[in-house]
């Protein structure tokens, strides 16, 4: 018998799945549902991993879609925060005074 990796196949699903949702951070109107979903699948994943390891693997994948996720929603945040004060500022007489 092979000493080293174990025969039991280990279940990567949701660091897999929360990895895949994490690559959708970039489609509009949909990215915070995305981000959302994969942030809570990647946490997932990082718990199930540390409660039994040998069962449950993927943590180079839930901890890039914990990254990539949590980038998205900053991001999104950020981008909000700039058209919301770029509409703030052209609403004032500052714009209409350039037309």
């Not at 080293?4 to 990215?31: E, V």
């Not at 945040?77 to 703030?88: D, F, P, Q, R, V």
Request: with cysteine; charged share 15%.
């Amino acid at each position: 018998m092979k000493k080293g990796k174990s025969d039991k196949k280990q279940d990567r699903f949701y660091a897999k799945f929360a990895f895949w949702l994490s690559l959708g951070f970039w489609i509009p109107l949909f990215n915070i549902a995305l981000s959302i979903g994969s942030l809570t699948l990647a946490v997932m994943a990082i718990r199930r991993h540390y409660h039994d390891p040998e069962r449950f693997g993927g943590m180079g994948f839930a901890i890039t879609a914990l990254v990539l996720s949590s980038a998205g929603i900053i991001m999104t945040i950020i981008g909000l925060i700039i058209y919301l004060n770029s509409a703030a500022i052209c609403a004032s007489a500052i714009c209409t005074s350039l037309q």
